[in-house]
Nanobody
Framework: QVQLVESGGGLVQAGGSLRLSCAASGSIFRINAMGWYRQAPGKQRELVAQVSGKGSTIYADSVEGHFTISRDNAKNTVYLQMNSLKPEDTAVYYC????????????????WGKGTLVTVSS
């Protein structure tokens, strides 16, 4: 099977920075898109950033310019560098990955981490 494990969350003051990591492990043939969603209290889960297998990125308008997503394919890991954090960035951050477990898979399946809490104090 496949597991995604996030790390790097915590408490930070407004204006500070955090770097989230998410490592995928298990039966992995290829990882297509990887990315991050977040869910704030009382709100729906929303896409934060995504990076394709070829390195193309997309960002939510609210984080464009102060969050950066990257990936290390050799380590099956995706990162989210978060700068100039604001209290409204407080949420549980979830990573996901679209993974093919073998060369015979017709399509990639989405796998999710359990989430890591980011709290930004004002």
């Amino acid at each position: 099977q496949v597991q995604l494990v996030e790390s790097g969350g915590g408490l930070v003051q407004a204006g500070g920075s955090l770097r989230l990591s998410c490592a995928a492990s298990g039966s992995i043939f290829r990882i297509n898109a990887m990315g991050w969603y977040r869910q704030a209290p009382g709100k729906q889960r929303e896409l934060v950033a995504q990076v394709s297998g070829k390195g193309s990125t997309i960002y939510a308008d609210s984080v464009e310019g102060h969050f950066t997503i990257s990936r290390d394919n050799a380590k099956n890991t995706v990162y989210l560098q978060m700068n100039s954090l604001k209290p409204e960035d407080t949420a549980v951050y979830y990573c996901y990955a679209a993974i093919l477990m073998s060369a015979f898979d017709s399509y990639a399946m989405d796998y999710w981490g359990k989430g890591t809490l980011v709290t930004v104090s004002s």
